[in-house]
């Protein structure tokens, strides 16, 4: 399936400053709202109870409150729609009431007077798992980056290779401060999301800038410009099908995995949006900019070339015993 035409070369660089500002502007804001509001942790990172309760009629979340207090368990409580109006998902720091108490019936007896309902889910977490789970989780994504970050610096000239990190570092950092906007949950599963956003993004721009290379090896070309613009033509109509068809799943559980999948499904479609957008206004936009030269990278190539040739002729006449 063609959704560009393989023989037009599409001047995607042209506007390419409006584009970059525009990625300027939301990469500080993302860091002001990290750095002002800061990220809503779910329970496998902070440690704490979660009961989720579903109600036969609409939950009277008003009268859940005013009962919840009456109990120091939940004194802390906060109680949230989920997924629909009979569901509600009550959260609370508490972890533990002691090996013979449960909280899920402890919860039945405080509601006992707010309507119909069940108790559907517990799930509990301890504060020392909840840390322990954070430092794995962030030592987990530090990891991945810095493998990352060593691949594409050994693989590609270092104007290349520069070029790629900001461009990684630009979609997590925007897909950070959407997340922390919309408070969604930040657990395990998010950190999950973030891995594959980076394997994602990198592999985009991987493709774009493998193009670039083959054109600039088999091309004649001299200006950088049009060469990127033609690599990144030749390239469209891939990056547009794969990124659609990763879209539509994501979308697809974002829609319909309802809150309990939120905390992986909304930075997984926040980052396909953004790092399909960065590996063609980002980070080829970054290689132009550093002062990439055609003809400077050739002669280097011409020059790898002559010493390759030059080693395997010393190696056979050694062989030969002529040296």
């Known amino acids: 399936m063609e959704l560009f035409k393989e023989d037009k070369i599409y001047n995607f660089l042209g506007k390419g400053k409006i584009f970059f500002i ?44 005013e009962s919840l207090k009456k109990n120091e368990l939940f004194a802390h409580a906060t109680v949230t729609e ?16 002691g090996l013979s108490n449960d909280i899920g019936d402890t919860t039945k007896k405080i509601l006992a007077g707010t309507g119909d309902f069940e108790i559907r889910r517990v799930d509990m977490v301890g504060p020392k798992v909840g840390d322990e789970l954070r430092v794995k989780g962030l030592t987990a994504f530090l990891l991945t980056l810095l493998a990352i970050m060593a691949t594409v610096t050994f693989r590609y000239e270092w104007r290349f290779a520069l070029a790629a ?28 999301a973030l891995l594959m956003i980076l394997g994602y ?6 493709i774009v800038y493998d193009r670039i290379r083959e054109h600039i090896e088999e091309s004649k070309n001299t200006d950088f410009i ?36 939120m905390g992986f499904s909304f930075p997984m479609l926040i980052g396909v949006i953004v790092g399909t957008y960065s590996s063609i206004f980002v980070a080829a936009q970054l290689v132009v900019w550093t002062g990439f030269n055609v003809a400077g990278y050739r002669q280097m190539l011409a020059d790898k070339v002559k010493n390759r040739a030059e080693k395997e002729k010393m190696r056979a006449q050694f062989e030969q015993g002529i040296v």
């Not at 030749?234 to 809150?259: E, K, P, Y």
């Open 82 to 97: 989920f997924g629909s109006p009979q569901e509600v998902i009550i959260k609370t720091p508490a972890s533990t009431m």
């Open 226 to 261: 049009m060469i990127v613009n033609e690599a990144v033509s030749r390239t469209q109509s891939r990056t547009t099908l794969t990124s659609l068809t990763v879209f539509f799943v994501v979308l697809t559980l974002f829609v319909f995995g309802g809150d309990i999948m």
């Open 22 to 65: 525009a990625s300027f502007v939301l990469f500080f804001l993302a860091i002001a709202l990290i750095s002002v509001k800061g990220f809503s942790f779910g329970i496998d990172f902070t440690g704490g109870t979660v009961v989720q309760v579903k109600y036969a009629d609409v939950a009277p979340i008003d009268k859940i409150r």
């Open 201 to 206: 993004s990198i592999h985009d721009t991987i």
């Open 165 to 192: 990190i900001i461009a990684i570092v630009h979609d997590i950092v925007i897909t950070f401060g959407f997340v922390s906007y919309f408070e969604v949950d930040f657990n395990i599963e998010s950190v999950a």
